[in-house]
């Protein structure tokens, strides 16, 4: 199982104390929040991508990505997500092969069609159109990393006439590709017919409708003959504010959560927590609901916790990671690991990443 973390970037007033950060204080913010999870020792960091305010998550994640990997060893980065319908394919080609050798494979990516509809207009694009420029155009980034030379043609860009993108993945071996999707079959349907990964992020959804596309993604993964249904990639979102106290915790993020621009003045932080993978208590109780979301998700591999939104200051950030590191991850990973299918396989990572890990781990047990 690979745990991690996901920012959105937003920038957003603190309710209990009316600061807002700077741009710039948030950027490097991101940095720092990165870096802590690398120390706790996460697996993943994955960035948005957004192109207005209040959000500062990068417009191009590769940028991030390539700033982080000179200051980490062992962090997979990724996105969450990557606009597969605003951007060119051929850019996304050029610039995340560039990231990958930088980060000597250490890279992945979630497609999605993001959440913001005037980025359509924004670059040309037609929001009617959302799906079809999600299929069309990763048709072509697939292309463009799986075959030397490319000759294309579509309807949403100018034809390729024997392209070659470069560089070229590092080992020939493309940054593998997370389909991201909230409600949309279409898309769970897309990763399957190409034996991606699907991840949904179920942060504002109930448990009934995450199952209904998780399972639609895994018969549709086996109709394609990429393994059996429990086989299939999966990643899951998540959220948690912790104490050591449960009462405190959730006096403590009260205030963020009623005035959070993404869900304030909607259903109360009691329907919310009853109702989605949000959790507010104790670093058990965050444990336990974690553990909780096999029971409708199968058995899965990626799961990223949403932590640093709606305004909390980075210290509350770091201090959240921190206990997550001390009293949550350590019992997370052995049960992960005690009740795993062996049949069901781990995420896929580059051979490179891979490699490093036998080799720490050889170093660990010597």
């Known amino acids: 199982m690979q745990l991690g973390i996901m920012t959105i970037g937003d920038v957003t007033q603190d309710p209990t104390t009316g600061t807002t950060p700077t741009e710039h204080e948030r950027i490097k913010a991101t940095v720092e929040i990165a870096k802590k999870a690398e120390d706790i020792g996460l697996d993943v960091f994955a960035t948005g991508q957004h192109h207005n305010p ?119 071996v493309a940054p593998f590709v997370w389909h991201g999707s909230i409600r949309t079959p279409e898309i769970a349907e897309q990763a399957a017919y190409y034996g991606d990964g699907f991840f949904h992020n179920n942060i504002f959804w109930n448990k009934e409708h995450t199952a209904q596309m998780i399972n639609l993604y895994r018969e549709r993964y086996e ?76 058995d899965y591999q990626r799961q990223l916790f949403l932590v640093d939104h709606a305004g909390l200051p980075l210290k509350t950030v770091l201090e959240q990671l921190d206990m997550f590191g001390e009293q949550v991850l350590p019992e997370l990973r052995k049960e992960y690991a005690a009740s795993h299918n062996p049949e069901v396989p781990e995420a896929p990572v580059h051979p490179r990443v891979a490699e490093a890990r036998t080799v720490q781990e050889g170093e660990h047990h010597a």
């Open 54 to 172: 209040p959000f500062v998550a990068p417009g191009n994640p590769p940028t991030l990505m390539a700033y982080l990997a000179a200051q980490t060893e062992n962090l997979i980065l990724s996105t969450s997500t990557t606009l597969i319908t605003t951007m060119d394919p051929v850019r996304l080609a050029e610039d995340y092969s560039y990231v990958q050798h930088l980060a000597e494979g250490r890279v992945d990516l979630m497609l999605g069609r993001g959440n913001t509809g005037p980025v359509y207009p924004w670059f040309g694009k037609d929001i009617r159109q959302g799906v079809n420029l999600a299929v069309e155009n990763y048709n072509l980034l697939h292309r463009l990393w799986n075959e030397d030379v490319v000759n294309w043609q579509g309807k949403f860009r100018t034809p390729l006439q024997s392209f070659t993108s470069t560089p070229r993945p590092l080992d020939g």
């Open 223 to 298: 109709h394609y003959g990429h393994g059996k249904a429990e086989q299939a990639i999966v990643g899951l979102g998540g959220q948690f504010f912790m104490r050591q106290k449960t009462q405190d915790a959730w006096r403590e993020f009260r205030p963020y959560f009623d005035n959070a621009p993404v869900y304030g003045h909607g259903p109360t932080l009691e329907e919310f927590t009853d109702q989605t993978p949000l959790t507010v208590g104790s670093p058990q109780e965050v444990l336990e609901k974690t553990l909780s979301f096999r029971e409708y998700a199968g």
